[in-house]
């Protein structure tokens, strides 16, 4: 059985990794279904840099993808419509049994979307699953969120990591029997290279000392792209700046709006003599997975307007500001680890007040034990093996003519 895996994205590569690994341990031990599983890694290129690519195929030991297609950067009609046009000639000719699409970028929707209307082979579509099902925001104006919602309808097996996921499903009327409760794969590649991350030396690169800094990441599109927003934010962090260590691995989105909005005065000088370094933003590259989880782990808190540093940090107990007035993954704030703080500097200055005081967190969200890559393909192997795939969208009758 072939199933086909894509990624495209910087937080999509923690996702995918460990269900490629699943599959080859299913395929060393031949598991229980007795066939082996052939995956293909296909790359959209959405994200193309080697800081925000090459460098987390290193990091998480992934395999060169099979396919790489280059796609880039554009409004978001033109990258969904480029990553559909050339993922559609791939998917004729690999002829999966079942697609696996992760997270909420263009690069999910898009490919989900070109499977759900393939009509090229002659036994039926590929079965399409997503992983990291069922979030939602309620929030529109997010262009993550209207991914999510269409990549929901569109999938047969909705992988859910938390339990609100399956609470919104339900109430949008998806069958139960499309979705399952794995846990979360991020949380897979998290223990996997927790160790990993404890030996890398990026801590001495920038002269930080364990506990005493604050991590930051901004990057979403309503958080930077306006001027006016994104000086407010940055007027949010002024007191904490004032005073600590703030380390700003900064996206290629973000770079390019602090340059064209003249914001350049809120931060350090780029070049530094790290030794001498007491209090102030300071930007740096963006960093790799291994470099980039010890930064998270040794943080006195982070501040985020990321989904997956979300997660990340309440697996880690470490207590997090979100700056965005919603979040897609309630369960962070239910463990106590994330506080929303909003995008006005008021209340991003007293959610940092409140969590400067927290003093990191113990809980951890169910089934977010590592083993969500192995749930993943268990499942998909045995609906596979059902040959569930060859009923897939053939009209109701002819299914249980032929049962
Ligand atoms: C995308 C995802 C977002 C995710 C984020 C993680 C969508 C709709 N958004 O946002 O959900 O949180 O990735 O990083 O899919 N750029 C580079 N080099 C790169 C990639 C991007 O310079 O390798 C620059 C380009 O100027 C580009 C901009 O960043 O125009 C934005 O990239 P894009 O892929 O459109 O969205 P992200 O903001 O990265």
Known sequence: MKILIVVGARPNFMKAAPILKAIREANSRRAEWNEEI????????????????DAFFADLELPKPDVFLGVGSGSHAEQTAEIMKRFEPVLVKEDPDALVVVGDVNSTLGCALVASKLVSRARGRPLIAHVEAGLRSFDRSMPEEINRILTDLISDLLFVSEDSGVRNLRAEGIPGDRVCFVGNTMMDSLHEHEDKAEQSRVLEQFALTRGKYVLLTVHRAANVDERDAFAEILDGLDRLAASHRVIFPVHPRTQKQIHEHGLESYF???????????????????????????????????????????????????????VRDNTER??????????????????????????????????????????????????????????????????????????
């Not at 052939?38 to 690519?53: A, E, F, K, N, R």
């Not at 930007?283 to 989904?307: H, W």
Request: glycine letters at 10%.
């Open 330 to 403: 309630p369960v962070t704030v239910e463990m106590g680890t994330n506080l929303l703080g909003g995008t006005r500097r008021e209340t991003i200055r007293a959610a940092i007040q409140r969590q400067l005081q927290f003093r990191g967190g113990t809980l951890v969200p169910e089934k977010w034990d590592g083993k969500a890559g192995e749930r993943i393909v268990q499942i998909l192997a045995e609906r596979l093996m059902a040959q569930v795939s060859l009923y897939v969208g053939r009209p109701e009758a002819q299914i249980q003519e032929n049962a």
């Open 268 to 322: 350090r000088p780029r070049r530094i003599d790290y030794e001498k370094w007491d209090a102030g933003i300071q930007m740096v590259e963006p960093q790799g997975y291994l470099d980039f989880l010890c930064l998270i782990k040794n943080a006195r808190m982070v501040i985020t307007d990321s989904g997956g540093i979300q997660e990340e940090t309440t697996a880690l107990g470490v207590p997090c500001v979100t």
């Open 38 to 53: 052939i995956p293909v890694l296909v790359h959209t290129g959405q994200h193309y840099d080697s800081l925000m690519s």
